[in-house]
């Protein structure tokens, strides 16, 4: 039978809940309207008429005047920023100036690309950077294997600081061009996505195992773990129970950072393996001044980015009673 104490427990936790939630959605539409502010504004101060890009370099004056007027750009600034944020509350994201195709659609059809990428980088990233850091750890626990332990931080953090574009370079050279092992770069199958994956997860792997070997020692250093070890448990009983659970805090903290160093990489390889992804669009659409197309495409990658930050504030939240669950 439950008590007086049990339902306010209940009650507490469900307020605690709300008030979360509550916080979250609000700092979410608060990003988001911070970005679409930003995005406006950086696009239409920029130099550069996407009426002459639209009309050509040839083009009269009228000419040109009158592509600004069907474009809308001959109105004031204000005026053209109030009418974006309408069609975005009304999801209509309007076409782009270079071909005429609805914004929605080109997303629609090269996010796809994006997010194999993305997705096949974030587990690349997360299993080699996760075992890597574990079995580093246990190598050099206590102070154990001190040339070990300094090639490991030197080697990770050279690897950690290599640009994605210049490992895909190599990649492309080595596994493409003198072996012949994988298409160069244009082919949308999953052979041509397994240099570009490689590529965007080589040096968020590399922050990743060094995070996470610093956490392992730590967890390795409780009681708990000599515990275990007193009982004579297997190896795998006790790294898969006792010290990888609670070494996954220290991931899942920077999974959102890692995350949006992904999605950022990514739009860089995009462009250096010819993908038609959500990269290779939005520096296409920023070289010629495709507004629609380049405020959407942020849009797109900024809601990710916000949302996947998110799930890991919440997934922590589970994980950590004293997280900010509770506290909110």
């Given at each position: 039978?439950?008590?007086?104490?049990?339902?306010?427990?209940?009650?507490?936790?469900?307020?605690?809940?709300?008030?979360?939630?509550?916080?979250?959605?609000?700092?979410?539409?608060?990003?988001?309207?911070?970005?679409?502010?930003?995005?406006?504004?950086?696009?239409?101060?920029?130099?550069?008429?996407?009426?002459?890009?639209?009309?050509?370099?040839?083009?009269?004056?009228?000419?040109?005047?009158?592509?600004?007027?069907?474009?809308?750009?001959?109105?004031?600034?204000?005026?053209?920023?109030?009418?974006?944020?309408?069609?975005?509350?009304?999801w209509r994201f309007g076409n782009s100036f270079q071909t005429g195709e609805p914004v929605?659609?080109?997303?629609?059809?090269?996010?796809?690309?994006?997010?194999?990428?993305?997705?096949?980088?974030?587990?690349?990233?997360?299993?080699?950077?996760?075992?890597?850091?574990?079995?580093?750890?246990?190598?050099?626990?206590?102070?154990?294997?001190?040339?070990?332990?300094?090639?490991?931080?030197?080697?990770?953090?050279?690897?950690?600081?290599?640009?994605?574009?210049?490992?895909?370079?190599?990649?492309?050279?080595?596994?493409?061009?003198?072996?012949?092992?994988?298409?160069?770069?244009?082919?949308?199958?999953?052979?041509?996505?397994?240099?570009?994956?490689?590529?965007?997860?080589?040096?968020?792997?590399?922050?990743?195992?060094?995070?996470?070997?610093?956490?392992?020692?730590?967890?390795?250093?409780?009681?708990?773990?000599?515990?275990?070890?007193?009982?004579?448990?297997?190896?795998?009983?006790?790294?898969?129970?006792?010290?990888?659970?609670?070494?996954?805090?220290?991931?899942?903290?920077?999974?959102?950072?890692?995350?949006?160093?992904?999605?950022?990489?990514?739009?860089?390889?995009?462009?250096?393996?010819?993908?038609?992804?959500?990269?290779?669009?939005?520096?296409?659409?920023?070289?010629?001044?495709?507004?629609?197309?380049?405020?959407?495409?942020?849009?797109?990658?900024?809601?990710?980015?916000?949302?996947?930050?998110?799930?890991?504030?919440?997934?922590?939240?589970?994980?950590?009673?004293?997280?900010?669950?509770?506290?909110?």
């Amino acid at each position: 039978m439950k008590t007086d104490a049990d339902a306010g427990a209940l009650r507490s936790g469900a307020a605690g809940i709300a008030g979360f939630v509550a916080s979250k959605v609000a700092h979410l539409v608060a990003v988001l309207t911070g970005l679409l502010v930003a995005t406006f504004l950086l696009l239409h101060l920029t130099p550069g008429d996407p009426a002459v890009r639209v009309a050509g370099l040839n083009a009269t004056p009228q000419r040109l005047a009158d592509v600004r007027h069907d474009l809308g750009l001959d109105r004031p600034l204000l005026a053209q920023f109030l009418t974006y944020l309408d069609n975005v509350a009304r999801w209509r994201f309007g076409n782009s100036f270079q071909t005429g195709e609805p914004v929605s659609s080109i997303i629609a059809a090269r996010l796809p690309v994006t997010l194999e990428i993305v997705i096949g980088a974030m587990v690349l990233t997360f299993a080699f950077g996760i075992g890597l850091g574990v079995w580093m750890a246990a190598i050099t626990r206590e102070g154990r294997h001190r040339r070990v332990e300094s090639g490991f931080s030197a080697t990770t953090s050279l690897l950690g600081s290599i640009p994605e574009y210049v490992v895909g370079t190599v990649l492309v050279l080595v596994f493409a061009v003198w072996l012949g092992l994988l298409p160069v770069a244009g082919a949308v199958t999953w052979q041509g996505h397994v240099l570009p994956v490689i590529a965007v997860a080589f040096a968020p792997t590399a922050v990743l195992a060094r995070i996470v070997r610093v956490e392992t020692l730590d967890v390795l250093a409780q009681n708990y773990v000599r515990t275990a070890r007193a009982k004579h448990l297997s190896i795998l009983r006790t790294y898969g129970l006792h010290v990888l659970p609670n070494s996954l805090t220290g991931a899942l903290t920077v999974g959102g950072l890692i995350f949006a160093s992904l999605l950022g990489g990514t739009v860089v390889v995009e462009n250096v393996f010819a993908l038609p992804g959500l990269g290779s669009s939005l520096v296409q659409a920023v070289q010629v001044r495709d507004y629609p197309l380049v405020q959407v495409t942020v849009l797109v990658l900024g809601f990710s980015i916000v949302v996947v930050n998110l799930c890991v504030e919440a997934a922590l939240g589970m994980l950590d009673r004293q997280s900010s669950l509770r506290r909110s």
